[in-house]
């Protein structure tokens, strides 16, 4: 079971079909059989999710959730400068994810809802 990924990874690039810079992106370390190629992806759900959100009554915006969100994304985006490889899409991800957080706590902070659930 262990090491499935890069036989697998080494399987697919074996077929000829695939141009040079395919295969180099197949095996580079930032490439689709690496976390860090599907990372970003699902944490664009996240800050899709809140800007979805923001069609929603102040009033049933969860401060809590939004203080997370921001607080990670914060975290993240700090972070992603930090560990290698940097992945610069991570980075936007991130830093997008704290600014969706950030401004559903200024609406409820607006309305003077801050405080309440």
């Known amino acids: 079971m262990f ?4 036989k697998l990874q080494q399987y697919v690039c ?3 079909f695939w141009p040079a810079f395919m ?3 197949i095996m580079s370390e930032k490439g689709p059989f690496t976390i860090f190629f599907w990372t970003p992806l699902a944490k664009w759900g996240i800050s899709i999710a809140n800007i979805g959100d923001m069609r929603k009554p102040v009033e049933q915006v969860n ?3 939004q203080c997370v969100i921001a607080w990670t994304g914060l975290l993240f985006t700090r972070w992603c400068f930090i560990i290698r490889p940097r992945v610069y899409s991570l980075v936007l991800c991130n830093f997008c ?4 957080g950030l401004y559903q706590l200024y609406r ?3 309305q003077g809802k801050l405080f309440t659930r």
């Open 63 to 65: 401060t809590l959730q």
């Open 23 to 25: 295969k180099k992106f």
């Open 108 to 110: 409820k902070h607006q």
């Open 97 to 100: 994810m704290a600014q969706t």
């Open 3 to 6: 090491g499935i990924v890069p």
């Open 14 to 16: 074996a077929w000829n």
